[in-house]
Nanobody, 123 residues
Framework: QVHLDESGGGLVQAGGSLRLSCAAS????????MGWFRQAPGKEREFVTS???????YYADSVKGRFTISRDDAKNTVYLQMNSLKPEDTAVYYC?????????????????WGQGTQVTVSS
């Protein structure tokens, strides 16, 4: 199992930007798919974006064009750049790792999770 440590959350006004980071405890580049999920109060955890070992990226429709996922394999770190933030983006954001090179939007397909970081967007 991989230990994941998120950082970068905070309070921002609508239209603003934040960058989240997820540092992994081991080298993930060679075998892991990395993903970002979020969970708003009273709602289920939902897929935001993922990047496979081969660099193939998928986004939820709600964030497409505003969020960008990237990975620095030398640092074992994945980033989520969030621009044009909206109040509906308010949630706890979780980093997740899947020990296969394949994409999935299903939370049950991810083996390791971070503790989450709060993102609050004010209107």
């Amino acid at each position: 199992q991989v230990h994941l440590d998120e950082s970068g959350g905070g309070l921002v006004q609508a239209g603003g930007s934040l960058r989240l980071s997820c540092a992994a405890s081991i080298r993930t580049a060679s075998t892991y798919t990395m993903g970002w999920f979020r969970q708003a109060p009273g709602k289920e955890r939902e897929f935001v974006t993922s990047i496979t070992r081969g660099g193939v990226i998928y986004y939820a429709d709600s964030v497409k064009g505003r969020f960008t996922i990237s990975r620095d394999d030398a640092k074992n770190t994945v980033y989520l750049q969030m621009n044009s933030l909206k109040p509906e983006d308010t949630a706890v954001y979780y980093c997740a790792a899947r020990a296969t090179p394949y994409y999935s939007r299903d939370t049950t397909q991810y083996d390791s999770w971070g503790q989450g970081t709060q993102v609050t967007v004010s209107s």
